[in-house]
């Protein structure tokens, strides 16, 4: 029997995106056929059809967006959520029996896994995107190249299909490459997008005085206080009021990151928050390792919290002593470095309203 052949082949790319209700999801993906592309929607039982013929298609553009950066950081602060739900009524609960907190770590290191798988996933995946198709009277988004990596493939696949058709596709000499919000014209024809094509703008920097961050930077310094304090008085309260420390550091770190993307603060600022980040992560993970060491090698006299167990030892006092000098000099320096910043920011402000008032005199 002859085998039937297929008339559609399946281009890269699938993505599900939500919809305007509440837990409403809908599947994209695209089709490449004879003479034409198909975007196919699937939403439930009912599927919509959308054609584009090669020869009709004028332009793909690419921009890069900050869809992956923004996923980590949820994956992110939805663990802490989590991890502070579960945690809340263990730490509330008095008993001398340590199996339940045992299996309280087991859950959370299971939880914390495939958070960072997730995490790992995502970045792996590359670089998010929107990617919109152009013909002479339309401009089409396609939620399914949602990845540069793979619009780059489907292009790819596009490209001498669509060169084919027109016979009129323009041989580009320099290698297109995407930088940073900055979009990438795939052009399918001599001509460019019409000059009323709804084409992509790069994202305008905006100006941030930096406030949120000079509240990260005291926050570090109070934090950095409480480590050396550490060394010499440890107490319940003091294991809570480090506890909130920490929460309230990765809070101010997610609003200074949303605050910095696309501003004009200095490369420096922004390097600063990064290493901020990689301090309390690093920092978090020591902490947890070396007080499950600990409370293992000390099970004796459990105590009927964990918040009750002080830890002890020279290794201890080394890696408080280490993250406050850290904390402190990410502080201080940041410090400096914003306060640079605005005064730059006022200078030029001032030199402005200078030159405005000579012109207006003359």
Not at 6 to 29: A, V
Not at 138 to 164: D, F, M, V
Not at 168 to 179: A, F, H, M
Not at 244 to 251: Q, S, V
Request: hydrophobic share 45%.
């Amino acid at each position: 029997m002859k085998r039937k052949q297929k008339i559609y082949r399946r281009l890269p790319g699938n993505m599900f995106t939500q919809q305007r209700r509440f837990l409403e999801y809908s599947m994209h993906s695209l089709w490449l056929g004879a003479d034409h592309v198909l975007d196919v929607r699937s939403r439930r039982f009912t599927e919509q059809y959308k054609r584009f013929y090669l020869k009709d298609i004028q332009a793909l553009v690419i921009s890069r967006t900050a869809g992956r950066r923004n996923k980590n950081l949820l994956l992110a602060a939805s663990w802490a959520c989590i991890f502070i739900a579960t945690a809340y009524p263990y730490w509330i609960w008095k008993s001398p029996n340590m199996k339940p907190f045992f299996l309280f770590l087991g859950f959370e290191a299971a939880l914390l896994l495939a958070f960072l798988v997730s995490i790992l996933l995502n970045t792996f995946l590359g670089p998010t995107c929107k990617c919109r198709l152009y013909t002479a009277v339309q401009a089409e988004e396609l939620p399914c190249l949602g990845r540069i990596r793979t619009a780059r493939k489907a292009i790819a696949i596009l490209k001498p299909l669509i060169e084919s058709a027109q016979a009129s596709l323009t041989e580009t000499k320099e290698e297109i490459d995407v930088l940073p919000d900055q979009p990438v014209l795939v052009q399918a024809s001599a001509h460019a997008l019409p000059q009323d094509a709804p084409a992509e703008r790069e994202r305008e920097t905006r100006h941030e005085d930096g406030q949120v961050h000079i509240l990260l930077y005291g926050w570090l310094l109070l934090s950095a206080f409480s480590d050396f304090i550490e060394i010499f008085h440890k107490s319940i309260s003091k294991n809570f009021l480090d506890m909130l420390l920490f929460l309230g550091l990765i809070l101010v770190l997610i609003f200074a990151f949303r605050r910095q993307s696309h501003s004009d603060l200095p490369r420096s600022v922004k390097s600063i928050t990064w290493l901020t980040l990689a301090v309390a992560v690093c920092s978090f993970f020591f902490g947890s390792i070396y007080g499950f060491i600990y409370m293992i090698q000390n099970m004796e006299a459990p105590p009927r919290s964990p918040l009750e167990f002080q830890l002890e030892g020279s290794i201890y006092d080394g890696y408080c002593i280490a993250t406050g000098v850290a904390q402190s000099l990410l502080a201080v320096v940041g410090l400096i470095l914003i306060f640079r910043h605005k005064m730059r920011n006022r200078v030029a402000r001032y030199a402005t309203a200078a030159v405005t008032a000579t012109d207006k005199g003359l």
